[in-house]
């Protein structure tokens, strides 16, 4: 049975706080938070050409996907440009 939308988003949220988390221990931890806001972290999410598995709207927005899209490893949503960079970023 495919996943539902929430779940991979559930799944792709979990994913990208472990990688800010990591990106966070790497750089001192608890208390480095303020250190590492405005920088972008690597979320390692495929980027693909958009419209492939039949998707063409992002998970997130639901926007029609343009000409890539970036899709999370772990249970597979699929985002567009702007979310991808919303979520790359700390506190997001
Ligand atoms: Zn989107």
Redesign the pocket.
């Known amino acids: 049975m495919p996943l539902t939308h929430s779940l991979q988003n559930h799944m792709a949220r979990d994913w990208v706080r472990a990688r800010h988390q990591r990106y966070l221990d790497a750089r001192g931890g608890k208390g480095h938070e303020a250190d590492i806001v405005g920088q972008e972290i690597e979320l390692d999410w495929e980027k693909r050409k958009a419209a492939v598995d039949g998707k063409c709207k992002?998970?997130?927005?639901?926007?029609n996907l343009q000409l890539v899209a970036f899709r999370c490893p772990s249970g597979g949503a699929v985002?567009?440009l702007?979310?991808?960079m919303r979520f790359s970023y700390y506190g997001s």
């Open positions: 992002c998970n997130f927005c639901s926007r985002a567009c702007p979310c991808k």
